[in-house]
T-cell receptor, first 114, second 114 residues
Framework: AQSVTQPDIHITVSEGASLELRCNYS??????LFWYVQSPGQGLQLLLK??????LVQGIKGFEAEFKRSQSSFNLRKPSVHWSDAAEYFC????????????FGQGTELSVKP | NAGVTQTPKFRILKIGQSMTLQCAQD?????MYWYRQDPGMGLKLIYY???????DKGEVPNGYNVSRSTTEDFPLRLELAAPSQTSVYFC?????????????FGSGTQLSVL
C-alpha cells in the first residue's frame, strides 16, 4: 500500500540552528513529492516539490529538500531556522494518472527556541 | 482572486444533525478535493473531483457525500453527524496539467459533533 511516514512528531530547535525533517514513502515507482507548511489556524502552503531531474530542490523561505531514490526519502532542510518557521510541516506524495490525489504524512510540528 | 473559500469557519453540530460544508474556487480549477485533518494523523482524502459532474471516493468517504454541479463549487455533505466526524476540514483545488501541480487550500472548517 502507498504510504508516507514522517518519523518525528515534534522537533524543537534553537533559532539559528540547522533543521532536517525526515520523510519516507512506500511506493513502487518514483512519485511526485511535496512539502507543505501549515501555520496555526491556516491552510497548507506549498514549500517545494520534486517531479524529476535534479534531486536537490529549492523552495520558498530558504528551504530545500533532497530526493534519495535508494532510501525512498525526501528530507526537508534549512541551514538556519528563524522563529517564524515554527509551524507544522507535511510531506506528501502524488502519483501519475491518479487525479492529482495526495497522500500526506502525519506531520512534524516544529518549535523554535529563542 | 479570492482563491479557495470555505464556509463556515466553525460549526458545532449535535449527533444526528446534517450540514453542508461549502467550498468555492474562482481560479477555474478542474480538480477539487476534500480532506479532513485529525491531530497526529495528517490529512486524509475524503472525496475528490476531476471536473464538473465527476466525483470519486478518497481514503475515508464513509459518512460523507459530495456533488460537483459546477466547476466553481464542491460542497461536502454530512447526513447524520457522528462524534467521529469532529475534525478540521480542508477543501483544495488545483489547475489542469500534470499530476504534480500544487494544491491551493482553503483556510479550513473546524467542526465539532457533540
Amino acid at each position: 500500500a502507498q504510504s508516507v511516514t514522517q518519523p518525528d512528531i515534534h522537533i524543537t530547535v534553537s533559532e539559528g540552528a540547522s533543521l532536517e525533517l525526515r520523510c519516507n514513502y512506500s511506493y513502487g515507482a518514483t512519485p511526485y513529492l511535496f512539502w507543505y507548511v501549515q501555520s496555526p489556524g491556516q491552510g497548507l502552503q506549498l514549500l517545494l516539490k520534486y517531479f524529476s531531474g535534479d534531486t536537490l530542490v529549492q523552495g520558498i523561505k530558504g528551504f530545500e529538500a533532497e530526493f534519495k531514490r535508494s532510501q525512498s526519502s525526501f528530507n526537508l532542510r534549512k541551514p538556519s531556522v528563524h522563529w517564524s518557521d515554527a509551524a507544522e510541516y507535511f510531506c506528501a506524495v502524488g502519483f501519475y494518472n491518479q487525479g492529482g490525489k495526495l497522500i500526506f504524512g502525519q506531520g512534524t510540528e516544529l518549535s523554535v527556541k529563542p | 482572486n479570492a482563491g479557495v473559500t470555505q464556509t463556515p469557519k466553525f460549526r458545532i453540530l449535535k449527533i444526528g444533525q446534517s450540514m453542508t460544508l461549502q467550498c468555492a474556487q474562482d481560479m477555474n480549477h478542474n480538480y477539487m478535493y476534500w480532506y479532513r485533518q485529525d491531530p497526529g494523523m495528517g490529512l486524509k482524502l475524503i472525496y475528490y473531483s476531476v471536473g464538473a459532474g465527476i466525483t470519486d471516493k478518497g481514503e475515508v468517504p464513509n459518512g460523507y457525500n459530495v456533488s460537483r454541479s459546477t466547476t466553481e463549487d464542491f460542497p461536502l455533505r454530512l447526513e447524520l453527524a457522528a462524534p467521529s466526524q469532529t475534525s478540521v476540514y480542508f477543501c483544495a483545488s488545483r489547475p489542469p496539467g500534470n499530476d504534480g501541480e500544487k494544491l491551493f487550500f482553503g483556510s479550513g472548517t473546524q467542526l465539532s459533533v457533540l
